[in-house]
Nanobody, 125 residues
Framework: QVQLVESGGGLVQAGGSLRLSCAASGRTFGRLVMYWFRQAPGKERDFVARIRTTGYTRYADSVEGRFTISRDNAKNTVYLEMNSLMPEDTAVYFC???????????????????WGQGTQVTVSS
């Protein structure tokens, strides 16, 4: 069993930056495909970024060029560096993981093996 714990959220002005962290328990972190999702009030949970075990990354169009996902397998941690933040980035950010890789990024929560509890990011205008 893997537990995911996010941290690093907070309140920031538009144009600012934040770095989110997701710490994973267990010794299988290096074999997990890691994701960041976000959910704004009244909206569905949306994909933000993915990093494979190989280090290859993929981003949602809305964050491409502004956000960077990375992982440190020695620390069992995945990061989301967020720059040039905009009010529309305001959401609860969730870390998720899959034991196996699929090219398709599902929107179904049940298609992911593990979820964190989320961390709030608020961007003021």
């Amino acid at each position: 069993q893997v537990q995911l714990v996010e941290s690093g959220g907070g309140l920031v002005q538009a144009g600012g930056s934040l770095r989110l962290s997701c710490a994973a328990s267990g010794r299988t972190f290096g074999r997990l495909v890691m994701y960041w999702f976000r959910q704004a009030p009244g909206k569905e949970r949306d994909f933000v970024a993915r990093i494979r075990t190989t280090g290859y990354t993929r981003y949602a169009d809305s964050v491409e060029g502004r956000f960077t996902i990375s992982r440190d397998n020695a620390k069992n941690t995945v990061y989301l560096e967020m720059n040039s933040l905009m009010p529309e980035d305001t959401a609860v950010y969730f870390c998720a993981a899959r034991n196996t890789y699929t090219a398709y990024i599902s929107s179904r929560l049940a298609d992911y093996d593990y979820w964190g509890q989320g961390t709030q990011v608020t961007v003021s205008s």
